[in-house]
């Protein structure tokens, strides 16, 4: 059965670092693009950055540009966002999405078809 599975987020103090990490089980991520969006509450799901697992082409949105790193481990069958320079802001429910199109640009949620269960990112001092 074709998973995605996040994880790693946590609650760290504004300036804090986490790395997420998004599995895939069941099928191999070599023929799409990795999404990873979040959603606070209240507030609609924004695509946050991608990444192409068959050229390594990446994408960041404004908001997070120079703070996240998005990366790929395709032996792994992995995709880690690494998360530096935290803000308040950033808190979220964190996701990775899968795009067959390998779409590498502005996200729209509905290009997505598998999605993962989530992984809370809270930054509160």
């Known amino acids: 059965q074709a998973q995605l599975v996040e994880s790693g987020g946590g609650l760290v103090q504004p300036g804090g670092s986490l790395r997420l990490s998004c599995a895939a089980s069941?099928?191999?991520?070599?023929?799409?693009?990795i999404g990873w969006f979040r959603q606070a509450p209240g507030k609609e799901r924004e695509g946050v950055s991608c990444i192409s697992m068959s050229d390594g082409r990446t994408y960041y949105a404004d908001s997070v540009k120079g703070r996240f790193t998005i990366s790929r481990d395709n032996a792994q069958n992995t995709v880690y966002l690494q998360m530096n320079s935290l803000k308040p802001e950033d808190t979220a429910v964190y996701y990775c999405?899968?795009?067959?199109?390998?779409?590498?640009?502005?996200?729209?949620?509905?290009?997505?078809?598998?999605w993962g269960q989530g992984t809370q990112v809270t930054v509160s001092s």
């Open positions: 999405a899968t795009d067959p199109q390998l779409r590498i640009g502005e996200m729209r949620s509905w290009w997505y078809d598998y």
């Open positions: 069941g099928f191999t991520l070599d023929h799409y693009a």
